[in-house]
Nanobody
Framework: QVRLVESGGGLVQAGGSLRLSCAAS????????MAWFRQAPGKEREFVAV???????TYADAVKGRFTISRDNAKNTVSLQMNSLKPEDTAVYYC??????????????WGQGTQVTVSS
C-alpha cells in the first residue's frame, strides 16, 4: 500500500518560512519523480515544484526563487523549503509521486495534504 504523508504545515506571518516534509512508503522511491502541488480555496490544484531521482528540479513561476524542493533518497522523503511567504501562498499543499512534469494527470499517488496559512 502506497502512502505519502505530509507534515510541517501551519500558520506563519508574511515574509516568514516553513518547511514541509513528505514521507513515502510502499513504492519504489527511485522510480518516481516527487512533486508538490497546492490548492487554495475555490481554486484548482496547481503545480508548485518537482524533483527527479537525480535531483533535477522545476518550479512554478509563482514560487521560483522563494521555494526549494529537495529529496533524501535514503530516507524516502521529499521536502519543500518555503521562504519569503506571501498571503497568496495560503493553500493545502499536497505531495505527489509520479512522472516528471507539472500536470496533475502525471502523478499516480497523492498525500492527504497539509494546510499552510500565511497571514498579512
Amino acid at each position: 500500500q502506497v502512502r505519502l504523508v505530509e507534515s510541517g504545515g501551519g500558520l506563519v506571518q508574511a515574509g516568514g518560512s516553513l518547511r514541509l516534509s513528505c514521507a513515502a512508503s510502499g513504492l519504489t522511491f527511485s522510480s518516481y519523480a516527487m512533486a508538490w502541488f497546492r490548492q487554495a480555496p475555490g481554486k484548482e490544484r496547481e503545480f508548485v515544484a518537482v524533483i527527479t531521482w537525480g535531483g533535477y528540479t522545476t518550479y512554478a513561476d509563482a514560487v521560483k526563487g522563494r521555494f526549494t524542493i529537495s529529496r533524501d533518497n535514503a530516507k524516502n522523503t521529499v521536502s519543500l523549503q518555503m521562504n519569503s511567504l506571501k498571503p497568496e501562498d495560503t493553500a493545502v499543499y499536497y505531495c505527489a509521486a509520479g512522472t516528471y512534469g507539472s500536470r496533475r494527470s502525471g502523478y499516480d499517488y497523492w498525500g492527504q495534504g497539509t494546510q499552510v496559512t500565511v497571514s498579512s
